[in-house]
């Protein structure tokens, strides 16, 4: 197993969110999809940040990076994702950071951005299982950890 793509500091004891699924791929096609997901973006409902009580439309817009070294992530996308695959075992563990940006509409249409969030991701494949490991690690939470995991489990079904 590569530990590079292994980032330290995930939290080992206090995994925020949890999911098991069977997995019929291995961890190079995951790799393609995260990279696939990276400039996507939906439109969810928010409270707003300026009126309490009061919901808003807004963007979210994602942006996916991978472990590089156990220290730091790199940017993932579609331009590096073919460097990136040729470091990547078939089983294992890898570790992403997933950055999501918001932002709204104000009563002019301009785009006003909202503070974002911050994930560590950690896929884990043993024999046809895929467990995904969610922590928010920075920002409002304005997305769940599940709402994250749900995402990612989407594009590899659309991806298949």
Not at 12 to 27: G, I, T
Not at 42 to 71: D, L, W
Not at 111 to 128: F, H
Request: charged share 30%; glycine share 8%.
């Amino acid at each position: 197993m590569m530990r590079k793509r292994v980032y330290h500091r995930f939290p080992h004891r206090e995994v925020q969110f949890e999911q098991k699924h069977r997995y019929y791929s291995d961890l190079i096609f995951f790799v393609k999809v995260m990279a696939g997901m990276d400039g996507k973006f939906g439109m969810f409902v928010t409270e707003s940040t300026t009126k309490k009580g009061h919901r808003i439309q807004a963007k979210r817009g994602i942006h996916v990076e991978i472990a590089m070294n156990g220290m730091e992530f790199t940017s993932l996308n579609y331009d590096n994702v073919d460097s990136v695959l040729e470091t990547i075992e078939p089983e294992g563990i890898i570790d992403f950071r997933v950055n999501l940006s918001y932002s709204y509409l104000d009563g002019k249409y301009n785009r006003v951005p909202i503070r974002g969030d911050a994930y560590l991701v950690r896929a884990i494949l043993e024999s046809e299982v895929l467990t995904l490991r969610i922590n928010h690690i920075d920002g409002p939470e304005r997305t769940e950890c599940g709402r994250v995991a749900d995402t990612i489990i989407d594009e590899l079904r659309r991806g298949a």
